[in-house]
């Protein structure tokens, strides 16, 4: 492994680190803003864990529940990746993925160009008449 690489996957890996402290903190608020309701409804302890929390959501059937249990998974896959050497490469075309949009988007799996290509054109060319 080159320098440069090693260099690299040590900041994409703060950048993971940083996205899930994230994540726990937004869920965390999400789970005690309605603290009082909650806590009456499900008995939540104060010092609750990681794993809790999702149990917790999943038990009140919000919505957020189910996006945060993706979050949850795709962060997991890309920590899975990083371990395995294969984080920041392009699912469709293998490339080596930008590290500056590794770092704004943690859960990205496809270069910019691929990932245009799947969402579709952005704007539709008009049709012709
Ligand atoms: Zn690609």
Redesign the pocket.
């Known amino acids: 492994m080159t320098a440069k690489k090693r260099v690299r996957i040590e900041r994409l890996r703060e950048a993971l680190r940083e996205e899930k402290r994230r994540l726990w903190q937004e869920l965390r608020a999400e789970t005690f803003r309605d603290q009082e309701a909650l806590h009456a409804q499900f008995e939540i302890p104060r010092d609750i864990g990681e794993q809790s929390i999702l149990d917790v959501l999943s038990d009140t059937g919000l919505a957020v529940a189910d996006i945060v249990r993706e979050r949850v998974t795709r962060l997991e896959d890309a920590e899975h990746k990083l371990l395995e050497g294969t984080y920041g490469l ?1 699912e ?2 293998g ?1 080596e993925i930008e590290e500056k949009r590794l770092i704004a988007v943690p859960y990205a799996v ?2 910019v ?2 990932q245009e290509r799947f969402e579709g054109p952005a704007h539709p060319p008009e049709k012709s008449l």
Do not use: E, L, P, Q
């Open positions: 392009c469709d075309c490339a496809r270069c160009r691929c």
